[in-house]
Every structure is written in C-alpha cells, then in structure tokens.
C-alpha cells in the first residue's frame, strides 16, 4: 500500500477524482450520511425514501460498478488499482445488502434518528455559520414544506405501505419499534436546542410541522407497523453474517467467540492479580476484582467537574505518548465534550464524531460522552457511573481520543490518505480494533487501578465478541447476556441495557469488531517484530498504520509486509 509520504504522490489525486464520482453516486440515497464525510452537494439534499428506492438504488450502484471496473481494467497505477477495487468492493456489498434486505425484510427504520442526526451534523458548533445555516433547508425538506419535496416521516409510512401485503417478508424486531417510539419524543424536542445553539432562528414554523407529522407518523407506527413487528429480535443468519463481513469481521463467527470466551477468563484471571494490590493501597478490605470495581466506582466526579477531569487526563496521556515515543501526536489540542439528552439518546454510549473527510477545512473529531441512557420504554432515564471516576478516564480517553480514535481519524485528513482508504475501506473492525490496541499499549504507564480498568474494558469487548454472536444464535438468552455484563464485568444497569440493545437490534454484529479488529493488530505486530527483530520501533509501526486509512485486516497486512517491512529493512541496525 501507499508509503508514509503518501500526500506528495500524484496518484492520490486521480484516486480521489474517482471517488468523488463514486461518492456522488453511492451517496444520492443518503444526503445525511455524504454530510458527515463532507461530500459536496449533500448539505442541501435529505434521505431519499421515494417509491421503489431499492431498485433505483441497485441500478445506479450496477451502473457504477461497471464503470469502475473498466477504469481498474486500463489502470497501471497499483494504488490507484487497489483503490478502485476498495470502491467495487464497496458497491457490490452495498448491492448485495440491499437485495437482500428487500427480499427478506419490510422496510421499516428509525426515521426521528435520521431526522435528528441529519440536522445534528450540519449545526455541529465545529460548522462554519454558511454551513449550519442549510440545516434550515434540511429541515424544510424533512417536513415537506420545501418547494417540490414530501415529509420524511409520510413517506416512510407510504414505502411501509408499499409491500405490508407481502406476508413473506420479516417486520421488525418488536423491541426496537417500541424504543424508537419511546426516543421519538426526546429526539423532536431535542431539535429546537440545536438551532438555539447555533444562533439560527427561522425554525420553529417547520418544527411545528413536524412535531404534527411525527404524532400521525406515531399513530402509524402503533397501528400498522407494530402488528407485523416480530417477537424474534434474531437477524435471518444471512444478513448477520453479511453484517459482520461489512463490519470488517473475518472470523467465523463461532470462532471468534470461542477465542473470545477463553481470552474473557485469562482476562478475569488477570484482573484478579491486580485487584489486591488496588485494595491495599484503597485501604480496602475485599480483593475480588468486582468489589474492587465497584469501590472505585464511588468516586464519582459529577457536572461541572467531569469534563476538566478528561481534559487533564488527555494531558497526562499525551505527555506519556510523547515520552514514550508511542506515535507521533499533532501539535493542535484535540476536542472533549459531553452530549445532551437527545443526543444520548440517539447515540447513548461514548463515541468520537469524525471530522469530515471532504472539503475540511480545520474541523477536527470530537470525543463525546454520554451521562444517561434512555430506560426501556415507559422507564426513567439511567444514569452512567462507568466513565465518570478517576480509574475510568485513563482507558476511555485513549480509546476515544488520543491515540485512539481522535488522532486516527486526524490522520487521514492531515496525512493525506486517500478517500478510497478513509471512506470505501471504512470499517468497524479497523476503528474499534485499533482503539482496544492503543488501550493496550497505554495500560503498562498507568496507575493500577487505571489499569485494573482497562483491563474491565477489554474484558468487556471479549464478552461482546461471544455475548452477539450467541444471542444471535439463541445459544444465550438477553436476561443472561445482562447478568454477564451486571455481574462479571461490572456494568451499570444504563451501560448493561444500551449494550443488549446494541447486540440485539441497533446493531448486530459491531460489537464483535474490537475484539476481532484488536486479536488481527496484535497478531500483526507480533509477526512484524519477530521479522523486524532489533529493526522493530513501534512509533514507525504505528505511523505506517495511520497513514493506511481504515483498511480491512487483510489488506492492512498485506500493506504491512509489502511496504513497511522492506522500508524497515532497509535501515541500518540500530
């Protein structure tokens, strides 16, 4: 793959010409999602749920396929070669989802997610006023008050509508439409703040609209959809399996939990030697990993004393990097915040908003962390004590920002990388593999208890990696799948519930990518420095790895030993 000096080579610039075409064309369909990588044009568009979607979806992606396929035929340009076979790559998945979802599946979604989230991007705070200002337009197209358009939420009833008559085709998971109605609310009023934040006003004649618009729409929902919602939240084996391979997974899924279940005992084990030394030097009386977890849980920070304590923490941790020489740090301040109740609601577990990858123009990723999560329908609200005590914040802040996911995606904007390499090879068990491995090679400098945690954290993703898989296949129940998290783990009632819900309906199959993304980077290196043997510096390593972009495990290999390890053997011995 492409070398560390990426950005100076002309083949970067034919690539991206290329998959700005291929942008515009996968992207039609969804505005919202071209918005978060910065595609031009997208700003001023909103989903596309017209009738016969999947078909005009299908056709525009076949025509783009052969296209590019006649392209990869007269390239001579290896990179730009294997660029375009991440596009085609990209295409055909997305075809063979769509086909398959139609054929299985009543086309039904959380639609006020889209409609938040779609505004949520544009009046993001690290927006120019230009840019924030089309989330009024945005939102006249969502309530169907623009010139020529139709109201979101109607036509997502009329394509519903379009094939309820066919009594082959699964409804949805019956848990999931219930939670969706029940965030609906929360996410609406969560859409006024937005613009108030943002100094934009003209909005709320369009809100009024839609708040009229998503009580019929509701009314739908309990009449029509929820009597072919289904009891049964298991995906058809096909469309798990395919959602594993589009997280970037490529570990037979019952594979992957067996490694996973015996990493989540070596995991406990170790944990269990730590734990004692945590409690002498508390002044604890109990020893068990669990009851040490759970004093140190007591230490909570609260309101306004949590977000400096993160800041801090990402100081600590950059000045360890640096010492260390783990990777090479931007010389900027990256970005902490906490999100509010909609926000939480529509993305309830700590996460990093990605910076646009397109037309950036300074924007950098924003580590985000909730402080609640919705209940089960008709429930309160529940609090988050995972993140906000002391030991919590030195794992978390390297995952989420530095050297996590912050500067990982930092780096493909101000590396260079090409987009085929940000945005077609983007995939979960890249982003979320390295998180854990940077979790990993962070844990060593930190105090024990902060490493007590980590290691909690990794023992999470190993249960992650066998509880999706088995509740998937109706080997585990999600009652057992709480009490593992609840008890073994150490999870608050909020944490545990938004993590069932993620294996469950929000999104099969993700939450197996750390675990698998993390078992590939450390097999990787290891092969590497048996190779490289005295030649090994890992800050070299861990460059290379950034400036590949989000490259699935294999080809991330194959980049390893064809590029770095030659380019690497090439020095003189230390």
């Known amino acids: 793959m492409a070398p560390s000096d990426v950005a100076a080579r002309a083949w970067i610039e034919r690539s991206d010409a290329i998959a700005r075409t291929t942008l515009e064309t996968y992207l039609r369909f969804d505005p919202e999602t071209g918005s978060m990588f910065g595609v031009p044009g997208s700003d001023e568009g909103a989903c596309d749920l017209g009738p016969d979607l999947e078909d005009r979806a299908l056709a525009a992606f076949t025509a783009r396929i052969e296209a590019l396929r006649t392209l990869l035929a007269a390239e001579s340009d290896r990179f730009v070669q294997q660029d375009l076979e991440l596009m085609i790559d990209a295409l055909e998945r997305a075809s063979e989802r769509c086909r398959v979802e139609q054929a299985r599946l009543l086309p039904y979604g959380d639609r006020m997610n889209v409609i938040f989230e779609g505004l949520r991007i544009l009046l993001d705070e690290r927006n120019d006023a230009a840019r924030r200002a089309l989330a009024l337009g945005r939102l006249a197209l969502y309530a169907g008050i623009a010139p020529g358009s139709t109201p979101l939420l109607e036509l997502a009833a009329a394509r519903y509508r379009e094939r309820i008559g066919d009594a082959t085709l699964l409804g949805p998971f019956r848990g999931q439409v219930e939670k969706d109605r029940a965030n609906a609310p929360q996410l609406l009023e969560g859409i006024g703040p937005l613009f108030v934040e943002a100094g934009i006003d003209g909005w709320q004649a369009a809100h009024a609209v839609l708040t009229r618009q998503a009580a019929a729409y509701d009314t739908f929902v309990g009449d029509e959809v929820l009597p072919r919602a289904r009891a049964e939240f298991r995906l058809p084996p096909e469309l798990y399996a395919l959602a594993l391979r589009d997280y970037g997974v490529d570990l037979p899924a019952a594979e992957l939990a067996d490694r996973a279940e015996v990493s989540f005992r070596e995991i406990q084990n170790e944990m269990q030697a730590i734990a004692p030394l945590v409690a002498r030097a508390r002044g604890l009386a109990a020893t068990d990993y669990r009851a040490v977890l759970a ?89 988050y004590d995972d993140f906000t005590f002391e030991a919590a914040s030195w794992t978390l802040t390297a995952h989420e920002a530095r050297p996590g996911h912050e500067l990982q995606f930092a780096a493909m904007v101000e590396v260079g990388v090409s987009l085929a390499r940000q945005l077609f090879a983007l995939n979960s068990t890249n982003a979320e593999g390295w998180g854990l491995y940077v979790e990993a090679e962070m844990k060593p400098y930190e105090p024990l208890d902060g490493q007590l945690v980590a290691l909690q954290h990794r023992l999470m993703r190993a249960a992650r990696a066998f509880l999706d898989p088995g509740l998937q296949a109706g080997t585990i129940t999600p009652e057992l799948a709480t009490r593992v998290l609840r008890e ?87």
């Open 488 to 574: 073994d783990v150490v999870l608050s009632e909020g944490m545990a519930l938004q993590e069932v819900e993620r294996y469950t309906f929000r999104a099969p199959g993700q939450a197996t990518s750390y675990f698998c993304g993390y078992q590939r980077l450390m097999a990787l290196r290891n092969e590497v420095e048996r190779i490289l043997g005295p030649r090994f510096v890992r800050l070299r390593f861990h460059d290379f790895l950034l400036a590949q972009g989000v490259l699935p495990p294999g080809l991330l290999r194959r980049a390893v030993l064809e590029e770095f390890v030659p380019q690497e053997m090439s020095r003189a011995k230390p």
């Open 295 to 383: 004093a140190l849980k007591q230490e909570q920070f609260v309101g306004e004393a949590i977000l400096p304590h993160y800041v801090a923490r990402l100081a600590d941790l950059e000045a360890i990097i640096r010492r260390e020489g783990i990777v090479t740090l931007p010389g900027r301040a990256a970005s902490i915040r906490l999100a509010g109740p909609a926000e939480s609601a529509a993305s309830p577990a700590p996460h990093m908003d990605m910076p646009r990858m397109l037309g950036n123009t300074g924007e950098h990723g924003v580590f985000v962390l909730p402080l609640a999560v919705p209940g089960r329908p008709g429930q309160a609200t529940l609090p």
